[in-house]
């Protein structure tokens, strides 16, 4: 079991920062792959980052690419994403998610697939003009 908790969303004016955290607890957290989603009003959920569970290899959305960064600190338990630059079309509510990770390479689609098995309550990201 993996219960998740976002924080660090809130109002930002075009051009600036926000880092999400993701603070996860479960025995065998390391063990994970996580996953970044957002879900803008009259959309659907899409893929943002991914990050496996050793942090050698990540996974970005073309729209972020550049941007966003993901990374993990698996003695906190927590997975980050430092947004940077943001857009109002990065106006979303930003989902954490997680799902073992096999421990073998399994290609991108695997991490950016929305068939994550545990999901945080989300956070609300508003970028302003």
């Known amino acids: 079991q993996v219960q998740l908790v976002e924080s660090g969303g809130g109002l930002v004016q075009a051009g600036g920062s926000l880092r999400l955290s993701c603070a996860a607890s479960?025995?065998?957290?390391?063990?994970?792959?996580m996953g970044w989603f957002r879900q803008a009003p009259g959309k659907e959920r899409e893929f943002v980052s991914a990050?496996?569970?050793?942090?050698?290899?990540?996974y970005y959305a073309d729209s972020v690419k550049g941007r966003f960064t993901i990374s993990r600190d698996n003695a906190k338990n927590t997975v980050y994403l430092q947004m940077n630059s943001l857009k109002p079309e990065d106006t979303a509510v930003y989902y954490c998610?997680?799902?073992?990770?096999?421990?073998?390479?399994?290609?991108?689609?695997?991490?950016?697939?929305?068939?994550?098995?545990?999901w945080g309550q989300g956070t609300q990201v508003t970028v302003s003009s």
């Open positions: 998610a997680a799902k073992r990770d096999p421990g073998i390479f399994r290609g991108s689609n695997y991490y950016t697939d929305p068939s994550y098995a545990y």
């Open positions: 479960g025995r065998t957290f390391s063990n994970y792959a």
């Open positions: 990050i496996n569970w050793s942090a050698d290899n990540t």
